[in-house]
């Protein structure tokens, strides 16, 4: 795809996100990997309005390039796209379900969602990490993060929200939402006897769409 392509589909997905309530106000943030460097939203920006031209642009080494401001959230989407050569794109949100598991969830656990259906364990992975908190924008974070997307395409940061990569923006969307999903039915079904898949049912998934 083109670079102008590609901000054609954030603006498009961003709106998706937003019309779906997986983002309300200005929260989250995407960015997406380019053969020049990133393609990151910009700060105080709505994923409901994002703006083609206005998408902030940074270089190989992250410096901010064009556009506006990026997101204050550099350093979480660096810290993950230098940890995950393999990843095209990460995807933060402040989406309910799996902020609630964020605020439930002690950090240091490595699953705080149980792998319920195929297409969380598909999409998201055997691994979901628990980081501790950190204020919104701050760059200490970016250590922990970066250690933690080595061995995982999500995490959950305490009590904010959800941090997700994929090998490409739609893989990234599409896993972000999953993550919403599976979280929301572990909410549903916490304190019940949920039949969850068995750790040979998670591998044959992992070995066949890992
Ligand atoms: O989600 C957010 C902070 O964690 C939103 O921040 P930005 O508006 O700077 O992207
Ligand atoms: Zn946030």
Redesign the pocket.
Known sequence: MTEAEIRDLLVELGASLFARGYSVG????ISVRLPDGYLM?????SLGRLQADRISKLDKDWNHVGGDK????VF?HRAVLTARPEAGAVV???STYATAIGCLAAPGESAPIPPLTPYFVMRVGRSLPVIQYYR??DGAMEQEIHAAAKGARAMLLAN??PVVSGKNLVDAVYAAEELEESAKLALMLRGQKARELTPAQVDDLLSTFG
Request: charged residues 10%; glycine residues 14%; aromatic residues 0%.
């Open positions: 200005s929260a989250g943030n939203t910009p700060t105080n920006s990026p997101s204050k959230e979480m933060h949100l402040h919104p924008g904010h929200g």
